[in-house]
């Protein structure tokens, strides 16, 4: 390791007092008792606490902005920007100090300074709601309140410089945090701060240049935390490095909050955009990402009735464009199930990092095995595969989240693997590394430790295999699936029970419902709709009657041993009733069993895929399927697996539909564990069975 990662992993300095600081701010939350509930107390407390930073960071050049102003409205915001200093200014004469001096106005007042600012922080204002909060503030009287005491914590910046206020607003969010719904959750900062390390430790070492520039993005943004802490590892390793920070958001409030950050981080805030990263075009679309770190929501539908609107088009026309420029543009390869875009937002990230860009994305379970073989997600699966874009998986015990308790996994993506890496996936099962907090948070009850951290990273840079690190070939996990069918070889039977049977046959079924019929029948008055309905079951139920009473005429204690010739019975039996050679097939199928002494049935007709191969014709009521990994030859899977069973099975495989891919991380790490002996229990049992009985006889004697 060099000496610049051997510095790593680092961790966030706990040497920044800020408690004092945010407890203040925490207080002033019992204002709002009785006016708010709790969980609502964010909607002023938040907006407040960033107003009073920016003002505090304007002061200093306020009145020269207002002069500007004053002299010229029409002044560009450019000059009023240089004149403050900052990416934004304010060009009210109101200051949060100055609005005591008229307290049957604040209201007003105050909604005039809101006004006063520029573009940027309006932006703030309103994603965040605020402006509903004033007149909920005034109307309860709190509004003045409320100003007093933020007017009087000093956040001026040679007060409080960046890296302290960036403490100070993450804990403030972190602690609003801690009842936000499952799905939306914040990112714990230990968890980030794993990601990073893991994303360092393995990085481009031309990256940390001095003046190099660093790019690195999260498309599911929320408050900004992995960005923020990604930069601050960076310049910890190298401060003379140019890190920027490119977040995509889409909720308001967080946007909100996340670009308020960017601002009080002195951040460029442009780069911090309102956008729904799988509908709308890509902000940054001239720029590729050095760095991808996210943490995007679990189960948010992208399609169907529960998706916003646009959505669903949007996705399917960007799969279009990938596949008609052979994924020169677009991003999307594929699409999972419309209930659950993890894997939508991993290929996003993928698509924007650099030729050695590198990525940390969060997932649930799901995006590992879902799916089947056609299915969006295994196609996704096997495309990282396949392009050998996929490092590492490491998975984390459940309760780390505030609102959640499941398990979660790092995907870890590599655009340019180092030689040892290449054509290979690592896992790293640290379920075992937490230490249990000492006052739950929610659903949160675990959190990772320092040496936790350290020990991961360990392990991941060793790339050396033990009990809780496997290294596999990346073919591993891709498969072929095999269709397999055995011979029709099946005796029919013309019985009370068989014919019975053929009522489930599908076109049978749909012909007569006797629920259906009697519903309508007792119904007064009808529809002219709901009387055709009727009418059209009766006619069912006469054709349906005509039908098994057909077949009534053939029943015999004698078995068909050949499938062939009992569907020419069958067919002879229903020559006056009007079915289609499709109807006759099933209503065989359904009157017959399969039966090993049956005769099997040939024929001079030509292969055909899933249905006759070599003179023999299969039975489509057996098919079945096979995975055989890419890593495995077919016949020796079948001798082993299937032929010691099936003796006569055959398969076939689809070039077009049959490869896919699943990544069954748990089960390599499956440790079996023998239950307890019969007599052991037994033993444990009769012991119980004793304390019982003594604890009775005590208290007879009581």
């Given at each position: 390791?060099?000496?610049?990662?051997?510095?790593?992993?680092?961790?966030?300095?706990?040497?920044?007092n800020?408690?004092?600081?945010?407890?203040?701010?925490?207080?002033i939350?019992?204002?709002?008792?009785?006016?708010?509930?709790?969980?609502?107390?964010?909607?002023?407390?938040?907006?407040?606490?960033?107003?009073?930073?920016?003002?505090?960071?304007?002061?200093?050049?306020?009145?020269?902005?207002i002069?500007?102003?004053?002299?010229?409205?029409?002044?560009?915001?450019?000059?009023?920007e240089?004149?403050?200093g900052?990416?934004?200014?304010?060009?009210?004469?109101?200051?949060?100090?100055?609005?005591?001096?008229?307290?049957?106005?604040?209201?007003?007042?105050?909604?005039?300074y809101?006004?006063?600012y520029?573009?940027?922080?309006?932006?703030?204002i309103?994603?965040?709601?605020?402006k509903?909060?004033v007149?909920?503030?005034?109307?309860?009287?709190?509004?003045?309140?409320?100003?007093?005491?933020f007017?009087?914590?000093?956040?001026?910046?040679?007060?409080?410089?960046?890296?302290?206020?960036?403490?100070?607003?993450?804990?403030?969010?972190?602690?609003?945090?801690?009842?936000?719904?499952?799905?939306?959750?914040?990112?714990?900062?230990?968890?980030?701060?794993?990601?990073?390390n893991?994303?360092?430790?393995?990085?481009?070492e031309?990256?940390?240049v001095?003046?190099?520039?660093?790019?690195?993005l999260?498309?599911?943004?929320?408050?900004?935390?992995m960005?923020a802490?990604?930069?601050?590892?960076?310049?910890?390793l190298?401060?003379e490095?140019?890190?920027?920070?490119f977040?995509?958001?889409?909720?308001?409030?967080?946007?909100?909050?996340?670009?308020?950050?960017?601002?009080?981080?002195q951040?460029?805030?442009?780069?911090?955009?309102?956008?729904?990263?799988?509908?709308?075009?890509?902000?940054?679309?001239?720029?590729?990402?050095?760095f991808?770190?996210?943490?995007?929501p679990?189960g948010?539908?992208?399609?169907?009735?529960?998706?916003?609107?646009?959505?669903?088009?949007?996705?399917?026309?960007d799969?279009?464009?990938?596949?008609a420029t052979?994924?020169?543009?677009?991003?999307?390869?594929n699409?999972?199930?419309?209930?659950?875009?993890?894997?939508?937002?991993?290929?996003?990230?993928?698509?924007?990092?650099?030729?050695?860009?590198?990525a940390?994305?969060?997932?649930?379970?799901s995006?590992?095995?879902?799916?089947?073989?056609?299915?969006?997600?295994s196609?996704?699966?096997?495309?990282?595969?396949?392009?050998?874009?996929?490092?590492?998986?490491?998975?984390?015990?459940?309760?780390?989240?505030?609102?959640?308790?499941i398990?979660?996994?790092?995907?870890?993506?590599?655009?340019?693997?180092a030689?040892?890496?290449?054509?290979?996936?690592?896992?790293?099962?640290?379920?075992?590394?937490?230490?249990?907090?000492?006052?739950?948070?929610?659903?949160?009850r675990r959190?990772?430790?320092?040496?936790?951290?350290r020990?991961?990273?360990?392990w991941?840079?060793?790339f050396?295999?033990?009990?809780?690190?496997?290294?596999?070939?990346?073919k591993?996990f891709?498969?072929?699936?095999?269709?397999?069918?055995q011979?029709?070889?099946?005796?029919?039977?013309?019985?009370?029970?068989?014919?019975e049977?053929?009522?489930?046959?599908?076109f049978?079924?749909?012909?007569?419902?006797?629920?259906?019929?009697?519903?309508?029948?007792?119904?007064?008055?009808?529809?002219a709709?709901?009387?055709?309905k009727?009418?059209?079951?009766?006619?069912?139920?006469?054709?349906?009657e005509?039908?098994?009473n057909?077949?009534?005429?053939?029943?015999?204690?004698?078995?068909?041993?050949?499938?062939e010739?009992?569907?020419?019975?069958?067919?002879e039996?229903?020559?006056?009733?009007?079915?289609?050679?499709?109807?006759?097939?099933?209503?065989?199928?359904?009157?017959?069993?399969?039966?090993?002494?049956?005769?099997?049935?040939?024929?001079?007709?030509?292969?055909?895929?899933?249905?006759?191969?070599?003179?023999?014709?299969?039975?489509?009521?057996?098919k079945?399927?096979?995975?055989?990994?890419?890593?495995?030859d077919?016949?020796?899977?079948?001798?082993?697996?299937?032929?010691?069973?099936?003796?006569d099975?055959?398969?076939?495989?689809?070039?077009?539909?049959?490869?896919?891919?699943?990544?069954?991380?748990?089960?390599?790490?499956?440790?079996?564990?023998?239950?307890?002996?019969?007599?052991?229990?037994?033993a444990?049992?009769?012991?119980?069975?004793?304390?019982l009985q003594?604890?009775?006889?005590?208290?007879?004697h009581?």
């Open positions: 390791m060099s000496k610049l990662k051997s510095q790593l992993p680092l961790f966030q300095k706990n040497d920044v800020i408690s004092s600081d945010v407890n203040t701010v925490w207080s939350a019992n204002t709002l008792r009785g006016a708010y509930r709790a969980d609502k107390y964010r909607d002023v407390i938040i907006p407040m606490f960033v107003l009073a930073r920016l003002e505090a960071a304007l002061l200093p050049t306020k009145d020269q902005v002069a500007a102003y004053k002299k010229d409205k029409k002044t560009p915001e450019q000059i009023l240089d004149i403050s900052y990416k934004y200014y304010n060009t009210s004469p109101f200051t949060l100090e100055n609005l005591q001096n008229d307290p049957d106005a604040i209201e007003e007042n105050f909604l005039a809101l006004d006063g520029s573009k940027r922080v309006k932006d703030i309103e994603n965040l709601k605020f509903e909060q007149h909920t503030l005034a109307q309860t009287g709190r509004l003045f309140t409320v100003i007093k005491k007017s009087k914590i000093d956040l001026s910046p040679s007060t409080v410089d960046s890296m302290r206020m960036g403490y100070m607003f993450e804990d403030i969010i972190r602690r609003f945090s801690e009842n936000e719904e499952a799905g939306s959750h914040y990112t714990p900062r230990e968890v980030i701060a794993l990601m990073v893991l994303l360092l430790v393995e990085a481009d031309e990256l940390f001095d003046k190099r520039i660093v790019k690195i999260d498309m599911a943004a929320g408050t900004g935390g960005l802490t990604a930069k601050s590892y960076i310049r910890r190298n401060s490095v140019n890190v920027l920070l977040g995509q958001e889409y909720l308001s409030e967080t946007y909100g909050i996340g670009r308020a950050d960017m601002l009080i981080r951040e460029n805030s442009d780069y911090f955009v309102k956008t729904d990263t799988l509908k709308d075009g890509d902000p940054f679309a001239d720029k590729k990402m050095n991808v770190i996210a943490n995007p679990f948010q539908s992208w399609g169907g009735k529960d998706a916003d609107d646009g959505v669903e088009q949007a996705v399917k026309k799969q279009e464009l990938f596949e052979d994924g020169r543009q677009g991003r999307f390869v699409t999972p199930a419309t209930g659950d875009a993890q894997l939508l937002f991993h290929l996003h990230g993928l698509a924007k990092l650099e030729k050695n860009g590198r940390a994305i969060i997932s649930n379970g995006p590992l095995f879902s799916g089947g073989t056609t299915s969006g997600e196609q996704i699966r096997r495309y990282i595969l396949e392009n050998d874009l996929l490092e590492a998986i490491i998975a984390l015990p459940g309760q780390f989240f505030y609102n959640t308790g398990g979660i996994y790092i995907w870890i993506y590599n655009k340019n693997k030689p040892k890496r290449q054509n290979k996936v690592q896992f790293i099962d640290a379920t075992e590394e937490f230490v249990p907090l000492r006052k739950s948070l929610g659903q949160k959190e990772l430790s320092e040496d936790n951290i020990q991961i990273i360990q991941y840079h060793n050396e295999e033990n009990d809780h690190v496997k290294i596999f070939d990346d591993e891709l498969y072929k699936e095999y269709i397999v069918m011979p029709l070889q099946r005796r029919g039977r013309i019985t009370e029970d068989t014919i049977k053929v009522k489930s046959v599908p049978v079924a749909k012909l007569y419902d006797e629920y259906q019929y009697q519903e309508l029948l007792e119904m007064e008055p009808r529809t709709n709901d009387e055709k009727l009418q059209d079951l009766a006619a069912g139920k006469t054709k349906q005509q039908l098994l057909a077949l009534r005429l053939g029943i015999t204690d004698d078995s068909y041993p050949n499938f010739e009992f569907s020419k019975v069958i067919r039996l229903l020559s006056e009733v009007k079915v289609t050679p499709a109807n006759v097939n099933a209503i065989a199928l359904a009157m017959s069993e399969m039966d090993k002494t049956a005769e099997i049935v040939t024929t001079t007709k030509k292969d055909k895929f899933g249905e006759i191969a070599d003179g023999i014709v299969y039975d489509k009521t057996t079945d399927s096979e995975i055989v990994k890419l890593t495995e077919v016949e020796d899977y079948f001798a082993r697996e299937v032929y010691p069973h099936v003796p099975a055959h398969y076939w495989f689809d070039e077009e539909k049959g490869y896919g891919a699943e990544i069954p991380f748990t089960r390599y790490f499956y440790q079996y564990q023998a239950p307890e002996s019969a007599d052991k229990l037994l444990e049992f009769y012991e119980l069975e004793e304390e003594n604890l009775l006889e005590e208290l007879k009581d």
